[in-house]
């Protein structure tokens, strides 16, 4: 399946990039900024469309730099991408908003928490990460993304005919695809790609993975310092776990909660892509 036209807006940024963004929900409605996930892009939302209507949310996903359809910023970090935000917002005329990050996604909805408090209304972190920079934080993350980020860091030649063969296999093979993804994944997330019947999955991956060094550079950006701590945050803040996530441990959304002041854990039955059976939940509280 293709983009339609609402995943496929532009706007210009920064020094005349083109940052690519999707948009789903209530056109009209309270607007969300989502941060997508790693090895992911602008359509990781895509399943929320119903849901933000029911919300009257109108949900703004853009991909970050490099990925997707938008230009690279090579040497990028969090903080940069909270100027694009802020600069794509400004074309649309939205002053106030909130916004939700899942996986890698969540340190850039922290990001902009920090770096835009005056119109940050409220966000959600959905099975984030704490700051890789810190001792201890890497080794606890998954092997592939270990693997992934020291290539990306050091042999990028390597990875990036990873990233391009994984996105010829999510456009040339998408049901065999999203059914291999599956098998690699806990109980509770190969659920949710079987119940979408394999079909988001690998269409999001091979818009995701279509520009390998991009992919590369969300890898190597990660591991920058966020330019800020989460005990800096000072606007409200919903933390979600997975209660079966095998990706992020349970102990990570515990101690972002712990040490963002005021923040509101959630820790609900599911696996890492806990966000799709609780999205009316997620945006009803970020309304």
Known sequence: MTATAAE???????DGRTMCYAQYGAPDGTVVVNAHGGLACRLDVAAADAAARTAGVRLISPDRPGIGGSDPQPGRTLLHWTHDVAEMLDQLGVERFSAMGWSMGGQYAAALAWALPDRLKRVAIIAGALPLTEAG?????????????????????LVKPCFGAMALGARAAPTLYGRLAAGQLGAADA?????????????????????????VEDYRAWMRPWGFGPEQIR??????GGLQDDLVKIAWPR?????????????????????????????????
């Not at 659920?191 to 992919?215: H, I, K």
């Open 235 to 240: 606007i409200p803040v919903d933390v979600w």
């Open 137 to 157: 934080v890497f080794a606890q993350l998954p092997a592939f993304d270990r693997i992934y980020t020291r290539l990306s860091i050091r042999a990028p030649w």
């Open 255 to 287: 101690e972002l909660a712990r040490r963002i002041p005021g923040a509101t854990l959630h820790e609900k039955p599911g696996g890492h892509f806990l966000a799709h059976l609780y999205y009316p939940d997620i945006l009803a509280r970020l309304r």
């Open 191 to 215: 659920a949710v790609l079987r119940d979408d019947g394999y079909g988001e999955f690998p269409r999001m991956s091979a818009e995701a993975l279509r520009r390998p060094g991009g992919v």
């Open 8 to 14: 496929n807006l532009t706007a210009r940024v920064g």
